[in-house]
């Protein structure tokens, strides 16, 4: 059987670069075979540029449709202010925009985008970019969280972990990065004691990983897991966080209800208080289970796709709370495929591939590695790899450049020719 149409809800939802790549080649391969494909995604940055037509959609309204490129001359700062997730170069087309140039279409590609920056000739040979230096967070102190060649089997001598050392420090933000089946998820799995390691020495907090009972390991270290649905315990969404609330100490009634109020306030749940958690969207789901994690008072976060199925603005509303979490001493550790969000966030990124860590350091030193990003199919940011396009034409970047607004500033407001 041959469909004529065939519709995919959030396909690489989860999804690595690598796999991304493949189910982008294989819609491409479809569409060339004469069939119909109708994407829903909130992912744009590879679909955008092979797309015949973009529906843009609102609370159930189609608010603009049509060419890619057209679209986003009508409609692109709309988009914006709707919180879809555009790639960072039509963010920079768009600000252009805003400040005054004129473009006859957004760039949507790293070479489009290089090409409208020539044009307008904001970066010529000698130019320099100095971006801030960032603050890293710096450890002191012991670590809380200490692995020694830890590895793990689920059996049959197959090691999903495969000799792993590592530290967790307090008060830092850690991403852990890989393809999927790396062993990131597993290893979370090992530190909030659902698995004890097989070979290797892990200590959590001062004693041997194999002592902990999990329940007074969860006073400790939380998980939001990567399907929510895991950790929902009650009948909706109010009585979840409530819950939660409760477990970390008493309160009275009014003081309970309001506490309960100001978080689902916080995080666009108020509507939902009265629904199942297992009835929401996928992404009120992670919403929710996020919550229910930050009302406690833990040592070590973790977070396994934090910001799976949420919009930019909301995206920013998790990744703040991280960050007050973090500001409090707190260790963060967030598993993700988003590069964007490793960039901007992290303090230090630790790259797993079949088992193994392949790299710790920064996301900089990271996004210059391409043998260790190719072996763990990832890919830098749009914006790193317009960066390095911009240093082969002898612009020099220098310092921290998180995102295509702070790009921007310092191309119109800093930097010289030579």
Request: with cysteine; net charge negative; charged share 25%.
């Amino acid at each position: 059987m041959k469909p004529r149409l065939i519709i995919l809800d959030e396909p690489t939802a989860n999804l690595d670069p690598s796999a991304t790549r493949q189910v982008h080649e294989l819609i491409l391969k479809l569409k060339r075979e004469g069939i119909t494909i109708l994407l829903v995604t909130r992912e744009l940055d590879d679909f955008m540029a092979s797309a015949d037509n973009l529906l843009v959609l609102d609370k159930g309204t189609l608010i603009a449709s049509g060419e890619p490129y057209s679209l986003l001359i009508k409609h692109g700062m709309l988009m914006e202010k709707l919180g879809i997730w555009l790639p960072e170069t039509v963010e920079i087309g768009l600000a252009l925009i805003r400040a005054g140039y004129r473009l006859k279409s957004i760039p949507i590609t790293v070479d489009e985008t290089l090409a409208v920056l020539e044009k307008l000739e904001l970066c010529p040979e000698g130019r320099i970019l100095n971006g801030p230096e960032k603050n890293y967070h710096q450890h002191s102190g012991s670590p809380l969280i200490r692995a020694e060649d830890v590895r793990f089997s689920y059996g049959k001598g197959v090691y999903a972990i495969k000799g792993i050392s590592l530290d967790i420090h307090p008060g830092e933000m850690l991403a852990i990065v890989g393809r999927n089946g790396a062993g990131k998820s597993t290893m979370a799995r090992l530190l909030i004691g659902l698995n004890k390691c097989t070979e290797g020495k892990l200590e959590l907090f001062g004693k041997d990983s194999r002592r902990w009972k999990v329940p007074n390991l969860a006073n400790h270290i939380s998980l939001v897991f990567q399907n929510p649905e895991h950790q929902f315990l009650t009948d909706t969404v109010a009585e979840e966080i409530e819950y939660s609330l409760q477990a970390q100490g008493t309160y009275e009634k009014e003081t309970l209800e309001n506490e309960r109020n100001r978080i689902l306030k916080m995080l666009n749940l108020e509507e939902e208080k009265e629904n199942h958690p297992f009835a929401l969207s996928a992404g009120n789901k992670r919403r929710l289970g996020v919550a229910t994690m930050l009302v406690g008072d833990p040592q070590v976060l973790i977070v396994d796709e934090p910001t799976y199925g949420q919009d930019r603005e909301m995206t920013g509303t998790l990744m703040k709370l991280m960050k007050d979490i973090q500001s409090r001493g707190i260790a963060v550790v967030m598993i993700s495929h988003d590069m964007r969000l490793v960039e901007e966030y992290a303090d230090r990124v630790v790259v797993f591939s079949e088992g193994k860590k392949h790299f710790d350091g920064i996301p900089t030193d990271l996004f210059n590695k391409a043998e260790v990003l190719e072996g763990a199919s990832l890919q830098p940011t749009l914006l790193f790899q317009l960066l390095k396009k911009l240093e082969e034409k002898k612009v020099i970047c220098r310092g921290h450049i998180p995102g295509s607004e702070a790009f921007l500033q310092l191309l119109l407001n800093e930097g010289k020719a030579s």
